[in-house]
């Protein structure tokens, strides 16, 4: 009994993360932000790492690592684009519902919101479906589709690495509608298609992948070490391409 909480008492601390991340978020404190995902990412891993080697796997403790999930890994990277689209300039507009429900709720209902900002929550919806088929299959070292924590570490470090020095002049082709939009979309079809991705976990069976585990690895430490934390959105894109590279090169 006491075996099962610990991997849960881990998941739980990763759903915290994710709660924390959320209120900075809605400060626009980008770097708080990575700084939890990325420790709400790592805290996913070592969750699973732990109820293995503890024996103390459960049905439980799987929904309750996807709940988890889908916050840190769902709804935050959602606020932080639906922020990205108030900072591109979109206006907010204030929506008086006074003189419609005031005299039946006897309440002052005016809501300020950026309507095209909402468009950031389709990632939250992508990653929940993802999360759902997640759960109904048995995951070996392959992903199927972009692994939702992943996704969420490419959009909560895109702002920071807009902000890089070498970026900067650059802001404003990539702070707008259009690419946030196309970003958004592509993240949604890439979490749930079935692409084939591979898992960081050297494996012994298909020895011959593992040097694009490893070139992922070797190649990240000078993305971040240039770039700084938010070169993880470049990781990501990385992780991608090397992908394609492995799955044309199995067709040869």
């Not at 003189?99 to 809501?111: G, M, Q, T």
């Not at 389709?122 to 992903?143: C, P, Q, W």
Request: aromatic letters at 14%.
């Amino acid at each position: 009994m006491i075996k099962s909480l610990i991997p849960n008492f881990i998941t739980l601390l990763n759903l915290l993360c994710g709660c924390f991340s959320i209120a900075f978020a809605f400060q626009f404190q980008f770097d708080a932000v990575l700084i939890l995902v990325l420790f709400g990412v790592f805290l996913d891993y070592l969750d699973g790492l732990t109820a293995r080697i503890l024996n103390a796997e459960s049905n439980f403790g799987k929904q309750l690592d996807s709940l988890s999930d889908i916050i840190t890994s769902g709804v935050v990277p959602g606020i932080v684009v639906y922020q990205m689209f108030k900072l591109s300039g979109n206006r907010v507009i204030d929506f008086d519902l006074n003189a419609y429900l005031s005299p039946i709720l006897d309440l002052d209902l005016v809501f300020s919101i950026s309507p095209i900002a909402f468009i950031g929550f389709i990632i939250t919806i992508g990653s929940a479906v993802r999360l759902a088929k997640f759960n109904t299959i048995d995951y070996t070292d392959e992903f199927e589709g972009l692994p939702t924590p992943a996704n969420a570490l490419f959009f909560v470090s895109l702002p920071i690495l807009m902000d890089h020095l070498y970026l900067v002049d650059s802001k404003q082709y990539l702070l707008n509608n259009t690419t946030l939009i196309i970003l958004t979309i592509s993240s949604v079809i890439l979490m749930n298609v079935p692409f084939r991705l591979f898992s960081l976990r050297l494996s012994v069976r298909k020895y011959d992948y593992n040097i694009f585990k490893i070139l992922t690895i070797v190649l990240s430490i000078p993305i971040i070490l240039f770039f700084g934390i938010g070169g993880f959105s470049l990781i990501i894109i990385l992780y991608l391409f090397l992908n394609v590279i492995r799955n044309l090169w199995t067709l040869i």
